[in-house]
C-alpha cells in the first residue's frame, strides 16, 4: 500500500491518517476572536505528480483551487490508537512556530502537531488560544505569510504536509475497524506559472494547538514518512489543469451570523495550549484591518458544542 495517496479529495497516509482541506467562512478582522467556523465540503484535490523525490520518501503533488481571499482549515482525521506526528508549513514557514521550513521535529519549541489528537487547524500560531485564519491571497502580493517572514526570490506559496510514523511498537498494530479501499487517481501535468496563490494571516480564530503528550521520542524522526506539496490555483488556472470545476465561495460571515447558523467550539477545557510563535504574532492580516469585527460580534453567536469525534458542519 502506497504511504500517501489521493483519494476521493482526501490525501491519505498510510492506513490511519487522513488530511483534508475545507471549505469555510471568513471570519471577520479584528481585536476580537471568533468561535471555530463550520465546513462547506472539501476543497476538490487533484493530483499532478508523485513518487520518491530522491531521498526515499514517498511524496505526491496536488492542485487545490483558492479564490482570493477565501479561507481554509485543515482537517485531521484517523486511528485514535495510531497517531502520527505532522508538519504543516506555507510559504517556507512552519505554520506552529513561524520559522522556516525543515523537515526535522522539535519540541524546543513544539513545531508539529499530534493527529487525529489535534482534530483540524484553522490557521498560523499567532496568539494565547487562538489561530490567524489560512486566508487565500495572491503570491507575490507580499501579503502571504512566508513573503513577510522569508527574504527569499522568487517567494513560495501552497501548503507542505509532512508526516511522521510511530516508532515500532509504541502504539497497538491491530487492524483498523476502518479502511480507505485504494483508487487510482491520474496524474496531469502542472500548467506554467501555475502557482499564482498563496496563504496569508486572516481574522482571529479561538483554537488551541496540543502540546505533544507522548514525547519527541515516540516519533521515527528520520526520514519521514511520507509528504505532500499542495499547490493553490486560482478557479481559473484549476479548470485548465483538472478539467473540474472549483466550487462557489461560501457566504460571508456576517449573513451567516445573521441567519442564525452554528459556530463551533470544542469541549477543551483540560487540554493544554502550546505558546504563541512571536514570529507568526508579527504576521500582518491580508487586509491591514484592525477594527472590532466589521460588526460581527463573537460573543453573541450561535455556538455549537462539539467533542472532536462529532463533524463540524452547519447540519
Not at 516508532?167 to 479502511?179: H, I, L, N, Y
Request: aromatic share 8%.
Amino acid at each position: 500500500m502506497a504511504h500517501v495517496n489521493v483519494e476521493g479529495d482526501v490525501l491519505r497516509f498510510g492506513e490511519h491518517l487522513r488530511v483534508s482541506f475545507q471549505r469555510t467562512l471568513r471570519v471577520p478582522e479584528g481585536a476580537r476572536a471568533f468561535p471555530l467556523p463550520p465546513s462547506f465540503g472539501r476543497f476538490p484535490i487533484q493530483r499532478i505528480d508523485g513518487g520518491d523525490a530522491g531521498d526515499g520518501v514517498e511524496s505526491v503533488e496536488v492542485v487545490v483551487p483558492l479564490r482570493q481571499l477565501e479561507a481554509l482549515w485543515i482537517g485531521f482525521e484517523g486511528s485514535d490508537w495510531r497517531p502520527h506526528a505532522v508538519m504543516i508549513g506555507t510559504g517556507g514557514i512552519n505554520a506552529v512556530t513561524g520559522e522556516p521550513w525543515e523537515e526535522r521535529l522539535s519540541t524546543s519549541p513544539q513545531n508539529y502537531v499530534v493527529c487525529p489528537d489535534q482534530p483540524w487547524l484553522d490557521g498560523i500560531n499567532a496568539g494565547d488560544s487562538f489561530v490567524r485564519q489560512f486566508v487565500a491571497t495572491p503570491l507575490g502580493s507580499g501579503l502571504s505569510i512566508g513573503e513577510q517572514l522569508v527574504d527569499a526570490r522568487p517567494p513560495a506559496g501552497g501548503l507542505h504536509v509532512t508526516v511522521f510514523a510511530p516508532k515500532p511498537g509504541r502504539f497497538p498494530d491491530r487492524e483498523p475497524t476502518t479502511t480507505f479501499p485504494d483508487s487510482a487517481m491520474s496524474s496531469m501535468g502542472m500548467p506554467p506559472d501555475a502557482e499564482l496563490m498563496s496563504l496569508g494571516a486572516g481574522g482571529k480564530i479561538r483554537q488551541k494547538i496540543y502540546p505533544d503528550s507522548y514525547g519527541l521520542d515516540t516519533w521515527e524522526a528520520e526520514p519521514p514518512f511520507a509528504r505532500a506539496t499542495v499547490h493553490l490555483l486560482n478557479s481559473a488556472q484549476f479548470r485548465a489543469a483538472t478539467r473540474r470545476d472549483a466550487p462557489p465561495s461560501p457566504m460571508d460571515a456576517e449573513t451567516y451570523a445573521r441567519l442564525g447558523l452554528p459556530w463551533f467550539e470544542l469541549y477543551e477545557e483540560a487540554r493544554k495550549d502550546l505558546a504563541p510563535s512571536e514570529r507568526l504574532a508579527r504576521v500582518k492580516t491580508v487586509s491591514g484591518d484592525q477594527g472590532d469585527g466589521k460588526g460581527a460580534d463573537p460573543d453573541a453567536l450561535y455556538v455549537r458544542r462539539l467533542d472532536r469525534n462529532k463533524p463540524r458542519d452547519d447540519s
